[in-house]
């Protein structure tokens, strides 16, 4: 018995020096080793499409992008995208930068949604907003500022908190533009919604609960784990197993997220109607609903995402009252629309701010 916990002594002491090491010697560079040795999940194709110099400059762009940016804690919303400064990623305190927007404008355009607006994998001035941005001044509607508050895995019902947030504040005024861009991740909850449940569900008063949740997050964020989950992400390809749903299961999910869908949208409406403010809700393009896929299914945290049932949930939701579907744009375009499976290229950003003008400017005068 007496070998048995020296020898848990050592390994817990190996253990422990050897994080101390790798903390010291290895994470004050972390950020160069994700930069040089990270992955890079695109063809060259891609990466000329993205716009960036180099597959180095690419490295960079990723991790300040996902891995350098993380998030904070936004008061009654949930998160944000924490700020940051770089050559081609940019957040303040007013979101994703927005190239030529003016200092100061007689309206404003905020445009909410998720990763697809934010505009991940694209540069600051590729984003839906940006375009927009340029269009309206380029058409001398120069008095329009443009705001982009998308957000990763924001649905519809935090796009409505973030509105009523900003009409508290007073950020919005009557007679500004509101434009939602919705669908791709109304069919299940996003990662960090399931991040703050689990949260919940297991620091609770629950000793045991707390305990075993909490060492397992300890351990997920040592040294030791971190180095070998960069070194892991650049030399081996993940493939999640696929799970069965019943197919009742899926049909239902389905006419329970449109019927969320729909009782946001009212909700939108009254808000706009109540506020003076000019509101357009557009079902966005997303890879994942085109033809091509139709049949493909591809489940994450065992729920259904997207594949073919999210192709279906766009039929439910496209013709719903008080939405304007772009959805099917892109179909019979053969240039590159999307540099991953649901983000878009700059060619196709740009197509989707030409369509928010052509809607949004019978309004403007």
């Known amino acids: 018995m007496l070998r048995i916990l020296n020898i848990v002594s050592y390994l817990i002491t190996i253990l422990f020096l050897s994080n101390i090491l790798i903390a010291l010697i290895f994470f004050p560079f972390e950020k160069k080793l994700r930069e040089n040795f990270g992955s890079i999940p695109f063809n060259d194709k891609i990466i000329k499409v993205i716009g960036v110099e180099n597959k180095k400059e690419l490295r960079k762009f990723i991790y300040h992008t996902y891995t350098g940016s993380y998030y904070d804690y936004d008061e ?23 190239l030529e927007r003016p200092s100061k404008c007689k309206r404003n355009v905020y445009i ?40 990763a895995n924001f649905d519809s019902f935090r796009e409505n908190l973030l509105l009523k947030k900003h009409i508290i504040n007073e950020n919005l005024n009557q007679g500004d533009f509101v434009i939602f861009l919705d669908g791709s991740t109304e069919l299940l909850p996003s990662s960090l919604i399931a991040k703050f449940k689990n949260d919940l569900k297991y620091q609770s008063n629950n000793f045991y609960n707390n305990f075993f949740y909490s060492f397992l997050q300890f351990l997920k964020s040592t040294p030791l784990i971190r180095f070998y989950e960069i070194i892991e992400s650049k ?21 329970d997220k449109k019927k969320l869908f729909s009782k946001n949208l009212e909700m939108r409406k009254n808000l706009c109607s109540n506020y003076n403010l ?12 085109i033809e091509e896929f139709k049949n493909k299914i591809i489940i994450n945290d065992q729920n259904i995402y997207y594949g073919k049932h999210i192709k279906k949930f766009y039929d439910e939701i496209k013709f719903i009252e008080g939405t304007l579907n772009i959805s099917e744009m892109f179909n019979e375009l053969t240039d590159v629309i999307y540099v991953d499976d649901i983000h878009l290229s700059p060619y196709a950003s740009n197509i989707v701010a030409e369509n928010i003008f052509l809607h949004i400017k019978k309004k403007i005068n």
């Open 76 to 98: 009654f919303v949930g998160w944000k995208e924490r700020k940051v400064k770089s050559k081609y990623f940019n957040v303040d305190q007013n979101g994703r930068f927005v």
């Open 112 to 151: 909410y949604g998720s990763s697809i607006t934010f505009g991940y994998l694209s540069k600051d001035q590729n984003t839906i907003a940006s375009f927009l941005q340029k269009i309206l001044i380029r058409n001398n509607y120069k008095n329009l500022c443009v705001y982009n508050h998308g957000r």
């Open 235 to 255: 030399l081996i390809n993940k493939k999640s197993n696929l799970k069965v749903i019943h197919k009742n299961k899926i049909d239902n999910l389905i006419q």
């Open 278 to 289: 000019n509101c357009f809700t557009f079902i966005e393009p997303n890879g994942y609903a």
